[in-house]
Every structure is written in structure tokens, then in C-alpha cells.
């Protein structure tokens, strides 16, 4: 119910607006006197329906009852707009589920994470009304994960590492990683993070590396052939087992063995050097890009 002394504490304000003034100024904060005062109406309710959509939206519960709402915004570039919708975001979560809002923006290069970490304070300079501070992963806290092993550990992670740095000097050896990594995983999941990450390239260049690298079904690496290489590796001794892989890929992806190029990789005890000539193997369009930089 409105009542009267309600009525009175903002209709004074109508009346004479410059009562505010008069009255902050006595309180320290000092701001201009108004030229010109116009009555705006005070029903916020759109009546042009405007979309404000969150690109990704996750509540989060946790053991000890904390629980709180994460709104995910990808973010590609400077965008002046972003501060007015980001800022009405919090607002509406807030109010619509009474539980703390945490805005983080995902950006691919530095200088938008720059622009984007800035604090959103939304007042006149005298007095901030509402202060929002978005966190921001960028390629310059994301980690690099270029190590096989590491994104074995955790795909998702190198996924996003991958779709964060897309456009930086790792993007092509942590994309190897991954590659690396979804032949561990069952088909389907692998499915789902190679075209995540496909996505999330989007246009930049590593897409195309990317795109080379699942060039090879990912089923080849959990074939019958493939399992009975990895078998008889396993009887006969690693390095045999992994140079024998690499002729095999090398025949599925068309490539040129030259009986000297045979030779070498089917004689090469050092497992680090034929891990490495796989991984070339699997985007090398001759025999030769496998020894290139040995």
C-alpha cells in the first residue's frame, strides 16, 4: 500500500527539484545546479519488447549452502553498449532469484580482457550508484596447456585453453594437445569437444589447423587396426609398436612413404622423437615434415 508520507518524500522532489541539490551539498557532495529539470515517467515496463539475453547462465550450489549465479559472456571486442546490458543483468538476477550474481566475460584477446576487467561504475562522479566488476579469463591468464599428458588430465580445460588463446603463437601446439587427448576419450564425448572447439575458433586461422588435425576420424585411433598396432607394440616394445602407428596414419592420410623415410621410423628407438613425428603425422602432407626440425 502507497501511503501518503511516501507519496510526499519523492513528490517534493517534483516540486522543486533542486531540494537535492541543496540537500547533498550538505552532506559533502556537491553537485551542479540543474539548468533544466524534466518529469520522466516512472514506469520502467517495456513496451517495446527489448531482448537482454545472457549468453550462458549456471547456478551454483555449493556444500556449506553458498550459493550463487555465474552469467557467461563471450566477448570479441570493445563494445560501449556491453557496460549499459552487463550492469542490467546483475540488477534483474539478482532481483529475479535473490542470489549473488558473478559476471565473467571470456575474451580471445588481451586488449578486449583489458577493457572488459575495467570496474562499471554507473552514478555521476559525486556518487556511484552501482559498481559491477566482471571477471575476465583472457589469454593472459588462461593457462597454455600444450602438453599432451596435461590435457588427457582435463579435456575441457584444454578446450578452453585452446578456444581462449585461438589467436595467439600456441594456438597450433595446444591444439595438437587436444587432438591428442580426445583419442581418449569415447567417440561421442570427443564428438562434443571437437565441435566446441571448432566453434569457438570461429574464423581465426587455428581453425584451419584445427580442422586439419580432425581431417584423421577419430574412430582410426580406436580401430582394430589401431588396437592390434598398440598390441603388438606392447609384445614387441614400444618404439616398434609407435613407429608402426605412424606408417599406418601416414598410409590412411595418403601420404608418400619413400622406402628411406620407412627405414628411419620403423629403426628410431627414442620414443620422444616418435611421439613427435606422430604428432606431425597427423597434419604432415609429405614424409619429410615429419623430420624437418631433427
Keep these: 500500500m502507497v501511503t501518503s508520507s511516501h507519496e510526499v518524500m519523492h513528490r517534493i522532489f517534483q516540486e522543486d527539484p533542486g531540494v537535492f541539490t541543496r540537500t547533498f551539498r550538505t552532506l559533502g ?4 545546479e540543474p539548468h533544466d529539470v524534466s518529469l520522466l515517467p516512472t514506469d520502467l515496463t517495456e513496451i517495446r519488447p527489448l531482448e537482454r539475453r545472457v549468453d550462458t547462465l549456471l547456478r551454483f550450489d555449493g556444500e556449506q549452502g553458498g550459493s550463487f549465479l555465474l552469467a557467461v559472456e563471450a566477448q570479441g571486442r570493445k563494445d560501449s553498449e556491453k557496460s ?13 532469484y535473490r542470489l549473488p550474481p558473478v559476471l565473467l566475460v571470456v575474451c580471445q584477446d588481451e ?7 575495467a570496474p562499471i561504475h554507473i552514478g555521476p562522479p559525486q556518487w556511484t550508484s552501482l559498481t559491477l566488476r ?6 593472459d591468464n588462461v593457462p597454455v596447456v600444450t602438453d599432451p599428458a596435461m590435457a588427457a588430465e582435463d579435456v575441457p580445460l584444454a578446450t578452453f585453453s585452446a578456444i ?14 587436444l587432438a591428442s587427448a580426445l583419442k581418449t576419450l569415447d567417440e561421442d564425448t570427443a564428438s562434443v569437444f571437437t565441435e566446441l572447439t571448432e566453434l569457438g575458433l570461429g574464423d581465426a ?25 598398440r598390441a603388438e607394440g606392447r609384445a614387441e616394445g614400444r618404439a616398434e609398436g609407435e613407429a608402426r602407428l605412424i606408417l599406418r596414419l601416414l598410409e590412411q592420410r595418403g601420404v ?14 627414442d620414443l620422444e622423437v616418435l ?18 626440425a631433427d
Design 111 to 117: 586488449r578486449t580482457a583489458s577493457w572488459a576487467r
Design 164 to 177: 581462449t588463446h585461438g589467436k595467439g603463437p600456441y594456438a597450433a601446439a595446444i591444439l595438437e594437445a
Design 134 to 139: 566482471p571477471l575476465v579469463l583472457g589469454p
Design 256 to 269: 608418400v612413404v619413400t622406402d628411406e623415410a620407412r627405414e628411419r621410423i620403423s629403426g628410431c628407438a
Design 205 to 229: 586461422p587455428a581453425a584451419d589447423v584445427w580442422r586439419d588435425l580432425m581431417a584423421i576420424p577419430l574412430s582410426f585411433f580406436r580401430s582394430e587396426t589401431s588396437r592390434r598396432l
Design 84 to 96: 549499459a546490458s552487463w550492469a542490467y543483468y546483475a540488477a534483474h538476477l539478482y532481483a529475479k
Design 29 to 32: 557532495l556537491t553537485f551542479d
Design 275 to 292: 611421439e613427435r613425428w606422430f604428432s606431425r603425422a597427423v597434419t604432415a602432407d609429405s614424409v619429410e615434415e615429419l623430420f624437418v
